[in-house]
């Protein structure tokens, strides 16, 4: 077998180059895997043959076109398509292009260093604008949102609990002397304990937000369902709806059906002053804003009084541990806040962030867990 791996070793490096000139990134590593693999082969089977490359050489759903195009010209005329059509898998809109030096220029399989680079389509639509997402990017956006795994903000606790340092613990050093005969031979420590520390996501869902409406929404909804315990989230809009029970749901798009049934005004207007004290008043003073980190997603459009929401802002400002207001306009070159209600709201709240991408919705979970800590 090995004699006849060597016989046919050029037509095989060849219809590794003629791939990689269709567009398919075959790298040298891919190639000695097809060759190892072909070496265990019965070169006599299409078949065999066929699937040896495909499993080896194709690293995206993508690649498989080109790849039994390719085979097609290669080995044969008529098998491939055939095969093809009892294997179907689900395509993926390819988002990033090849960068770096061009599939058809030069011998790619010659030189190592000029191999194509394929740009990974999950890092550049990490930073792409959500507005401007295409549906099959959205829906990759909303498999990356289901695997993002945030942490919860933490604070000091006023219980303690057992440490290698810290403090020394008399109670529990007392009772270990009881089995050492009154010699203090291993000193107890204790330290303050620590727990999650509430949060509180506020997000518009008026007419000027519907673009983001939908991925900040799916965003609260990863974070509720990782800590309900501790997260509250409400739509802000001509008025104010609590979706927390609705967005604990497990599944995300239950979850997101129900909160669209729950919000009576979505894509209206914005009166944030009005909403923000009508949370206040019937939810933020009994116990739900204070100390919390409070996140409101919104991009400053007032149709109300800017006074009302300074006042309202203040009154959380005082309530509230933190208050983080992320604007999706905020990512934007050039951008200036001087929206009425980002105007009003600057003096009252702790950061402007963006959240135009996922990366930025990366950076917020950071920016929460960190504003947590005492």
């Known amino acids: 077998m090995a004699g006849d791996t060597m016989d046919v070793l050029p037509g095989l490096v060849g219809f590794a180059r003629v ?17 190892d693999a072909v ?25 498989l076109p080109r790849y039994d195009e390719a085979f097609a010209r290669w080995f044969t005329d008529d098998w491939p398509a055939q095969e093809q059509r009892s294997v179907s898998m689900p395509q993926r809109a390819q988002i990033a292009a090849l960068s770096g030096v061009e599939a058809g220029s030069g011998d790619v399989l010659s030189d190592p260093e000029a191999l194509p680079v394929a740009a990974s389509e999950t890092e550049i639509l ?41 403090h020394l613990d008399p109670r529990r050093t007392l009772r270990g002397m009881l089995t050492t005969l009154g010699e203090p031979i291993h000193l107890a420590h204790r330290k303050r304990a620590k727990r999650a520390r509430k949060v509180v996501l506020l997000v518009d869902v008026s007419g000027s937000m ?55 005004d979505w894509a209206g207007g914005t009166r944030l002053g009005e909403t923000l004290r009508a949370f206040l008043d019937r939810w933020g003073h009994r116990g739900l804003a204070r100390h919390a980190v409070v996140v409101i997603f919104s991009d400053g459009w007032e149709r109300g009084d800017t006074a009302l929401l300074e006042e309202q802002l203040a009154r959380l400002h005082r309530l509230a541990y933190r208050v983080l207001w992320v604007n999706p ?14 105007a009003a709201a600057l003096p009252h709240i702790d950061g402007l962030l963006a959240g135009h991408s996922l990366a930025t919705l990366e950076q917020l979970l950071q920016e929460m867990r960190d504003a947590g800590r005492s």
């Open 19 to 35: 791939l990689a000139e269709s567009g398919v990134p075959v790298s040298s590593h891919r190639t000695a895997m097809y060759l």
């Open 39 to 63: 070496g265990h082969l019965d070169l006599a089977d299409p078949g065999a043959l066929y699937w040896a490359g495909r499993l080896t050489l194709c690293g995206d759903p993508d690649d």
């Open 126 to 166: 990490r930073h792409r604008d959500i507005a401007a997402l295409s549906p099959a990017e959205r829906a990759h956006l909303r498999e990356l949102l289901n695997k993002l795994r945030p942490q919860p903000p933490r604070r000091a606790s006023l219980r303690s609990e057992q440490a290698r340092r810290g």
């Open 210 to 264: 519907s673009p983001y409406a939908d991925a900040l929404l799916r965003f609260a909804h990863v974070v509720t369902r990782h800590n309900p315990a501790t997260t509250e989230a409400f739509a802000l809009g001509t008025r104010m709806t609590r979706l927390s029970r609705a967005l604990r749901s497990r599944d995300p798009e239950h979850a997101l059906a129900d909160a669209g049934r729950a919000v009576p």
């Open 329 to 342: 306009h905020a990512g934007r070159k050039g951008y200036a806040p001087v929206q009425s209600g980002i």
